[in-house]
């Protein structure tokens, strides 16, 4: 081999190192999603299962639904795991986002302390908020458009309360573990999602109240977003990831996921996405 010729070749293959480095680098997508699932622990287990199938890495934004659904309309996601049905079907209607597919299902739940001063604890989440409205308790809402704070809306409004203005309701703007906390410390009552309840340590006197109403039924969703608005997405690593969770194998890896034996997310890939 000539000196030419050698430096052509290792060149070339330098180039092509290069290449395969860049690509290696590049197979990532960015996730919106909420903070239920990532400071339950779910994507801490879900997410290593997925990179080991496909060599793709996911890098998650943890956010409220509200907050998620409109970091993908900026074009800063490649997609989204969020549960706010509503929202995600009005996501779809605008052209944002390619299919709705439902994933996994657990429910919300009422905490407060165990002495339970507004006299809350049952199933009915309706009965339970008129009591705490006509009461002086502190309640302790997220108040950052998330999809527990969305329905948190929709049961106070069930309720009879059109916007809370109660004396005790406090916004946190803030994720589910940090409003659990601020209730924790001053005795409030709080709706929670119920995976990042079961992995929260900083309990203090809570407990749950208010359990078992089919309203609280809460549902996830995955949605690619539509490269038609934002052509930089990822949409073929984006869709790998929304066909895999789906799969069999995704379903059972949500199934695994317990803590304390307890299941915290329920797969239903294959139910109607309009049950309740």
């Known amino acids: 081999m000539t000196r030419r010729t050698r430096s052509r070749f290792l060149a070339f293959a330098a180039a092509a190192l290069l290449a395969f480095a860049a690509q290696a680098q590049d ?54 795991f969020v549960h706010d049905q509503a929202a995600e079907e009005k996501f779809i209607a605008e052209g944002w986002g390619l299919e709705r597919r439902p994933v996994m299902y657990n429910d919300f739940v009422v905490v407060g302390p165990k002495a339970d001063p507004a006299g809350v604890k049952g199933r009915d989440v309706i009965e339970a908020l008129k009591k705490l409205g006509a009461s002086k308790s502190e309640f302790v809402s997220r108040g950052d458009k998330s999809g527990t704070h969305a329905a948190e809306l929709r049961y106070w409004k069930a309720a009879g309360f059109d916007k809370p203005t109660l004396a005790g309701y406090k916004e946190c703007g803030c994720g589910m573990g940090p409003a659990l906390n601020i209730a924790a410390s001053t005795g409030a009552y709080a709706m929670a999602e119920r995976g990042t309840w079961l992995s929260f340590k900083n309990r203090a006197d809570l407990a749950v109240l208010v359990e078992g109403d089919k309203r ?28 895999w969770v789906v799969s069999p194998a995704g379903q059972q890896a949500i199934a695994d996921y317990k803590i304390g034996g307890e299941q915290l997310f329920f797969p239903n890939a294959n139910a109607n996405a309009n049950a309740k």
């Open 27 to 80: 197979k990532f997508i960015v996730m919106s999603s909420t903070t239920s699932t990532e400071q339950s622990g779910l994507f801490g287990h879900l997410l290593p299962a997925f990179k080991k199938a496909s060599g793709i890495d996911i890098r998650v934004v943890a956010q409220g639904t509200g907050q998620a659904l409109d970091t993908a309309r900026r074009g800063d996601a490649d997609i989204v």
């Open 216 to 243: 609280l039924f809460n549902q996830y969703g995955v949605i690619a977003v539509n490269p038609a608005r934002h052509p930089h997405v990822k949409k073929e690593l984006a869709q790998a990831f929304a066909d």
